[in-house]
Every structure is written in C-alpha cells, then in structure tokens.
C-alpha cells in the first residue's frame, strides 16, 4: 500500500486495513503454499487407503461418449442405469443403452466385477449377456462417487457413479 492510501483513511482505518491485508497475506500462505511441518505426504505416501470395500451400495450413473464399431464410422453412445457394488468385488445392476438414435438395451440386467487398490484405483468389467466393457476407475476413498473411464479400444466413454444408498 502507498503511504498516500493509508495517511488517508486515518490512523485508526490505516491499523485495521494493515492488520487484514496480513491476515490475508498469512491465509494466502496457508492456502498456497500449504503448512509447513514434517507430516505432509509426498506423491507415493498417501495416507488414503482404498479396497474393494470402499464400493459398496446403490451407485447411479450416467455418461456420453462416442464408439467406432468395425464399420470405422464414429457414432455417439449414451447408457445410465443403476449399479450394487457388494464391496467384495462383484455386483449387479440395470442399465439402458442408445447408440446413435437407436435403443440398444432398456432396463437391462447386468453383472460387473471391479478390483480397487489401495492408491483408490483400479478396474471394473460390466457384463451384458455375452459381451462386457472394460473401464478404470478413480474412487472416492469415502465410497461416495467414483470415475470410470472406457480402457475397451475403440471406445470414447467416461462418466462418474454416485452412491444414492447403502
């Protein structure tokens, strides 16, 4: 601050304006630059821990993408649906699937497997008759939501699952 600014507002102002651009100035410290003590983790040393466990209930789901079936031709896809994840590594769900402006799947029955590591992430396998998708997945170490992202070549999807009950 200029010494103009503050023989401007007065003595009283000027302590009160100087005593919050420092307490803003320690914030932004604390903000940017992180605290300063021996405990921080470095990339590698996470404290979140994360298990198949760590999915378990309703999930709700939703997600666009795009698919180039063998033709080569890029079409869009979308799917929602409902997932039970039993946090042991399995589960079922229903889902409904549009390609391009057709429907696929409504309401349809589905298996899936996943495997979550500790670092929180991992894989799962989505089984519809006898075809699957295969995605990673990024998960929440609460459980409340997780990522997914297609890995099944030729395929452009992610979406995120949101637990909505135990």
Not at 32 to 53: E, L, Y
């Given at each position: 601050?200029?010494?103009?600014?503050?023989?401007?507002?007065?003595?009283?102002?000027?302590?009160?304006?100087?005593?919050?651009?420092?307490?803003?100035?320690?914030?932004?410290?604390?903000?940017?630059?992180?605290?300063?003590?021996?405990?921080?983790?470095?990339?590698?040393?996470?404290?979140?821990?994360?298990?198949?466990?760590?999915?378990?209930?309703?999930?709700?789901?939703?997600?666009?993408?795009?698919?180039?079936?063998?033709?080569?031709?890029?079409?869009?896809?979308?799917?929602?649906?409902?997932?039970?994840?039993?946090?042991?590594?399995?589960?079922?769900?229903?889902a409904t699937f549009v390609v391009k402006d057709s429907l696929v799947n409504d309401h349809t029955p589905i298996t899936l497997s996943y495997n979550i590591k500790s670092d929180c992430s991992g894989k799962a396998s989505f089984h519809l008759g006898d075809s699957s998708a295969n995605f990673n997945v990024y998960a929440d170490p609460s459980g409340a939501s997780f990522v997914l992202v297609a890995t099944d070549p030729g395929n452009v999807l992610a979406g995120t699952e949101t637990r909505v009950s135990r």
């Open positions: 601050m200029s010494r103009s600014l503050i023989s401007r507002i007065g003595p009283r102002k000027s302590i009160a304006v100087l005593a919050s651009a420092g307490a803003l100035a320690t914030a932004g410290t604390l903000v940017f630059g992180g605290p300063s003590n021996a405990d921080t983790a470095t990339p590698g040393t996470s404290a979140i821990q994360c298990s198949n466990a760590t999915l378990k209930g309703h999930y709700i789901f939703g997600a666009n993408g795009t698919s180039a079936p063998s033709s080569g031709a890029t079409v869009p896809i979308s799917t929602g649906g409902l997932d039970h994840f039993d946090g042991k590594g399995g589960g079922t769900g229903i």
